[in-house]
């Protein structure tokens, strides 16, 4: 499985991004999920979804702000992201599992979200 994100860059505060994540090489559902990580801090999951809308979980720190999406024909997950503060700065990753897993075994490379005051 591998993992492709993107869409990562520099907004000011209040502005928005989407990221974007192709999975390719998988034929099974996966469950995908989005993590950050700030400089100095631990990585933590910012949202996940399985194969429908209604199996989205987000953090408390960006529910109402962020969005998580998926295309199942495109293999594609998307995490908009709206009202963006400067403490969403962080790197971004894109992640996925098999539905039953417990942990994340396939990562993609990080994105950069910047957001200025």
């Known amino acids: 499985v591998q993992l492709q994100a993107s869409g990562g860059g520099l907004v000011q505060a209040g502005g928005s991004l989407r990221l974007s994540c192709e999975a390719s090489g998988v034929s099974f559902i996966l469950r995908m999920g989005w993590f950050r990580q700030a400089p100095g801090k631990e990585r933590e999951i910012v949202a996940s979804i399985g194969s429908t809308v209604s199996s989205a979980i987000m953090a408390d720190s960006v529910k109402g702000r962020f969005t998580i999406s998926r295309d199942n024909a495109k293999n594609t997950v998307y995490l908009q992201m709206t009202n963006l503060k400067p403490e969403d700065t962080a790197v971004y990753y894109c992640?996925?599992?098999?539905?039953?897993?417990?942990?994340?075994?396939?990562w993609g490379q990080g994105t950069l979200v910047t957001v200025s005051s």
């Open positions: 992640a996925a599992r098999r539905v039953r897993a417990t942990n994340y075994p396939y």
